[in-house]
């Protein structure tokens, strides 16, 4: 068909000759998607490391404790920040986004390749000034994730001299990295799929991570704005949510400030993080389960419906995270309103995964384990969602183990089982090997049964009340020793659940180098990136023409077809035409 | 959190209304070959760099949006001392909106190929909105002076925030402007800069839009 398509029409894409155009400052979105990924592993370890530290301290208070309680603090303080922005947020939207959009739309490259290039080196920036705060005087801030004012800028508060000014500055700079490629994959999407597909043709993969990058890109200002006045207050004295303080037997030069205020900022950030989050894991492991199961996902409207419905109902719940902060009761209710309705369309999505599992040709491949085993955490988390949900049932849960084990199985666990099988799947296509399947399954079985562990016995730590973010529970009365007994084999299965993850990297690096040439299309996938004419696929993606696209990307184990999948490239054969 | 709210809204709808443009209600299952693809537009799809404008444009609503629905709820507490807004600062509004005039004036002068105007309209926008820039730091000083300091009340502190960061940009806006100014000045075809000078257009259009709330709302309260 005689067409121009937009990737090929003035784009002239630069081919880069030597090895720093190629591999460092390199306008290929598929190189750019690996600095991406490899920055945010690499952060994501010291998150891990630092999560161990306190896990030591808290199993072992008295014989393996390193840690003081200032370091406590600001352990976890960056341990959560790194967790949910540095490592999952870059890693799906700039590692997997990155990568996976253009090839799943037919596109050469991202749209605006050059700001592409320069959001990982911002991010790199970003990530380069977090990790500075170890090591300024006072060292990292300590003040929560959530970084509530007042304490987190007041003296005291571990890292109020420094850290928390590094945090906030490294968080603008995050968010202007996003926005640069956010802004990429969303006009990507918009402008240049190929020829024949439409949005209804896109993958889940797609259609979740374009909803997540919208939902970052108007959310991400929240934040912004709350540093931005963080900074002010913190900086130059004024008194946007800093109130009238005395602190350490002085009055505070400020005066009048809400730092409810800030709370409300920040959670309107914070929950629709949560999705930035998950919808793109959502996408993945639909794609996933239809692929090994050999079925075409059940309810693909719905499926795409939910995610976008989700994603508008995402930004009128935040102020469920304030349920003890004090609001008019009729807030609550409607919060509480709104959270349980944004569970609706999370269930449909839960019974179209088992619904595409029903009667499926399910092949127990190392991806697949990863996404059947989402399924469980997901379930798991989502139920105490619920829970937590309701007011009445968050007020006494609040700030104790109960919110930790939630949160860790609905976007700790959840979200990196499914990076793990997202790796797995798309590991022959980056790097044109395949890895090895028992090291994957024994990674597989280890890390889930091992994360179960974990965070199981921690929804009865909450129901005894053991509060979060706490140092040390000597001489809390209501805290049985028991509890101290299972605190020590959390840790243990914490070491253990760490300690495993070598194999994962064992497995990519020696499998990267010395694996097996992997077939091009090693799962029979029907979906546009696996029909890349090299593999890996070379800049520029395509040969001479863009693929045309014909159909739909679940066209698995369709009735009377000869192969039990039909990819998307495939014209209409003459039965389909017939039944037109 | 009411305007925040209610651009949000407004977005989620227009994306839903899009979408449903998309024909999100078709089975893609029963639907094979190109010819659903109705985007004639395919081929000539409209440069991707006005559609990432948008985008961008709509990240900034929500950045100023959310510093206004923080305005609104700081307004209410107790302490809050409203400002003696320079005079001045209509006389920016004036350079400001010549500005947008002029940028006006030089897309249309670029799309009839007319270099001399371009160059005269494409100098006066960079000279007018220079002007408001001065001239918001010269309200920043009068207020200072006056004894509105960013630390006296929150009020003034807002003020400081609003200004600076409509200031910060335009300032970008600028160096996209002398980007293309080079260009011109080196000789550029009018064709090529056309795209540029449009979306400086839109940009310098937007940006007027945004003061003129920001700066009836620090009127009006
Ligand atoms: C094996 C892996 C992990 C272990 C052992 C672990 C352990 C911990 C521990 C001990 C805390 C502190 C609890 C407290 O004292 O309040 C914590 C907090 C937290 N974790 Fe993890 N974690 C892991 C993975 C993750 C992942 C993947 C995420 C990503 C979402 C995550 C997000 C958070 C957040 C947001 C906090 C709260 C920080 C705060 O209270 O400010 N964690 N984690
Ligand atoms: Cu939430």
């Known amino acids: 068909m005689a067409y121009v398509a937009l990737a090929d029409r003035g784009q002239v894409l630069s081919h880069p000759k030597s090895f720093i155009t190629k591999y460092i400052w390199s306008q290929d979105h598929k190189v750019i998607a690996i600095q991406y990924s490899l920055i945010a592993v690499a952060v994501g370890v010291v998150a891990l490391i630092l999560s161990l530290g306190m896990r030591l301290q808290l199993g072992f208070p008295d014989t393996l404790s390193i840690i003081d309680p200032s370091e406590y603090m600001q352990f976890v303080t960056m341990h959560g920040m790194i967790m949910v922005i540095y490592l999952l947020t870059a890693l799906f939207l700039g590692g997997f986004g990155n990568y996976l959009i253009p090839l799943m739309i037919g596109a050469r490259d991202m749209v605006f390749p050059y700001m592409n290039m320069l959001s990982v080196w911002v991010y790199l920036v970003s990530v380069i000034i977090l990790m500075a705060s170890f090591f300024v005087p006072g060292g990292p801030t300590g003040a929560g994730w959530t970084l509530y004012p007042p304490q987190a800028i007041l003296f005291g508060t571990p890292g109020a001299s420094w850290g928390i000014i590094l945090m906030l500055v490294s968080l603008a700079v995050f968010i202007v990295a996003f926005t640069m490629g956010g802004l990429n994959y969303v006009t990507t999407v918009l402008q240049a799929r190929t020829r024949g597909m439409t949005m209804m043709r896109m993958p889940l993969t797609v259609w979740g ?8 890109l108007l959310a991400f200002p929240a934040l912004l ?34 730092p409810i205020l800030f709370q409300h900022l920040f959670w309107f950030f914070g929950h629709p993080e949560v999705y930035i989050v998950a919808l793109p894991a959502f996408g993945i492991v639909s794609d996933l389960l ?18 976008v419905g989700i994603g508008g109902l995402s930004f009128v719940v935040w102020a469920h995270h304030m349920y003890v902060s004090g609001m008019n009761p009729y807030f609550g209710f409607f919060f509480a309103t709104t959270t ?148 020590s084999g959390i840790t243990v299965a914490a070491i253990f659940v760490a300690v495993t993850q070598i194999l994962f990297f064992i497995n990519m690096f020696w499998s990267t180098f010395r694996g097996p ?7 029979n996938a029907t979906s546009l990136e696996w029909f890349t004419p090299q593999t890996p696929p070379i800049h520029g993606n395509w040969g001479p023409e863009l693929p045309q696209v014909y159909r739909w990307a679940y066209e698995y184990s369709a009735p009377g077809a000869d192969k039990d999948f039909t990819p998307q490239t495939d014209p209409p054969t003459d039965a389909e035409i017939a039944a037109r | 959190m009411i305007t925040i709210i209610i651009f949000i809204f407004v977005s989620v709808g227009i994306s839903y209304w899009w979408l449903l443009r998309q024909r999100v209600l078709e089975k893609p299952w029963l639907v094979t070959g190109t010819d659903t693809d109705t985007r004639e537009d395919i081929g000539r799809t409209p440069p991707a760099a006005r559609t990432g404008l948008i985008v961008f444009l709509a990240v900034v609503t929500s950045v100023f949006s959310l510093f206004i629905s923080a305005y609104f709820m700081r307004m209410e507490l107790n302490d809050w001392r409203p400002v003696d ?12 909106i010549m500005g947008s005039l002029s940028i006006h004036w030089c897309s249309r002068a670029a799309e009839d190929l007319n270099v001399k105007t371009v160059k005269i309209t494409l100098l006066a926008t960079g000279l007018f909105t220079g002007g408001f820039i001065l001239g918001q730091l010269i309200a920043w000083q009068q207020l200072n002076e006056a004894g509105y300091g960013l630390r006296s009340n929150p009020a003034s502190a807002f003020f400081y925030l609003f200004t600076g960061l409509h200031g910060l940009h335009l300032l970008g806006g600028l160096w996209v402007w002398s980007k293309t100014s080079i260009r011109v000045l080196a000789g550029a075809e009018l064709e090529q800069i056309q795209l540029s000078v449009e979306l400086c257009r839109n940009y310098w259009h937007y940006l007027l839009v945004v003061w003129i709330v920001l700066f009836a709302l620090l009127l009006s309260t």
């Open chain 1, 290 to 307: 239809s692929v090994h199961a050999r079925k075409n996902i059940f309810g693909y409207r719905m499926m795409v419906w939910a995610i």
């Open chain 1, 340 to 487: 349980l309705i944004i569970a609706v369309p999370t269930a449909i999505k839960v019974y179209n995964w088992v619904l595409t599992l029903w009667q499926g040709d399910i092949h127990l491949t190392v991806p697949m384990l990863f996404a059947i085993g989402f399924i469980f955490t997901f379930i798991h988390g989502g139920l105490t969602g619920i829970f937590l949900g309701n007011v009445v049932v968050d007020l006494p849960l609040s700030d104790t183990y109960f919110v930790v084990a939630h949160f860790h199985m609905v976007m700790g666990v959840s979200p990196i089982l499914v990076i793990f099988g997202a790796i797995y799947h798309w590991f022959p296509k980056v790097t044109g090997r395949m890895f090895n399947d028992t090291l994957g399954k024994f990674h597989f079985w280890l890390t889930f049964l091992g994360t179960y562990s974990i965070y199981l016995p921690m929804h009865y730590l909450g129901f005894l009340g053991v509060p979060r973010r706490y140092y040390a529970f000597e001489g809390i009365d209501f805290i049985p020793e028991s509890a101290m007994t299972l605190n």
């Open chain 2, 85 to 96: 807004e320079p005079g001045l600062l209509w006389f920016n509004t004036l350079l400001l």
């Open chain 1, 517 to 523: 040439k992997a077939d091009p299309n090693p799962w």
């Open chain 1, 225 to 258: 704005v709350s540093a931005i006045m963080m900074l002010f207050d913190r900086l130059l004295g004024t008194s946007f949510f800093m109130p009238a303080i005395v602190s350490m037997g002085e009055l505070s030069e400020t005066g009048g400030g809400s």
């Open chain 1, 209 to 216: 991570i374009f909803t997540a990058t919208i939902l970052g």
